[in-house]
């Protein structure tokens, strides 16, 4: 059983962007994995494969499709970056059997890094919950945009119509 929640992992990301000094979208997510001595590495690889985080002899890079739009290229380095602050040994959890459970707890963290609760507030307030422009400004999809506004409970429960 997981003793650490979705809001402690919420917390985690959250303080990380403060820490970097992150107060006004969007986040540097690329700044922040430099800062912890991890290295972004753009890679062409099939178009399933987003990205990867690689422990080479304790020396972490974290590989991207060099392929996608720039939103998706930032959530996926949030996603290996969450990898790294939650579950360290990336072969660790590759071989777990709660492998999907791992990379749900990463999309929490990685969601949060991108779009900080104070940060989101704050801007939503600002451009009236629009949620096109938010994403646009946060560097962020929509879909993930519409999600965490929903999640601050800023947006209703419903479908919204998304673009990427
Ligand atoms: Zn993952």
Known sequence: MALVTY???????????????FAVPPVDIRKIAEGLGIEVVEMTLPNWFFGVLV???EDFYIAVNKGMPDHSKNFTIAHELAHHQLHGDELAYMKNSKRDYFHREADVFAAALCMPTKMVKQEARKWCNDYHFLAEIFSVGETAMVRR??????????L?????
């Open 55 to 57: 422990n080479l002899k």
């Open 7 to 21: 809001v402690q992992h919420r917390e985690m990301a959250e303080e990380l962007a403060e820490r970097f000094g």
């Open 160 to 164: 919204y119509p998304c673009k990427n």
């Open 149 to 158: 506004l929903q999640e601050i409970g800023l947006l209703r429960d419903k």
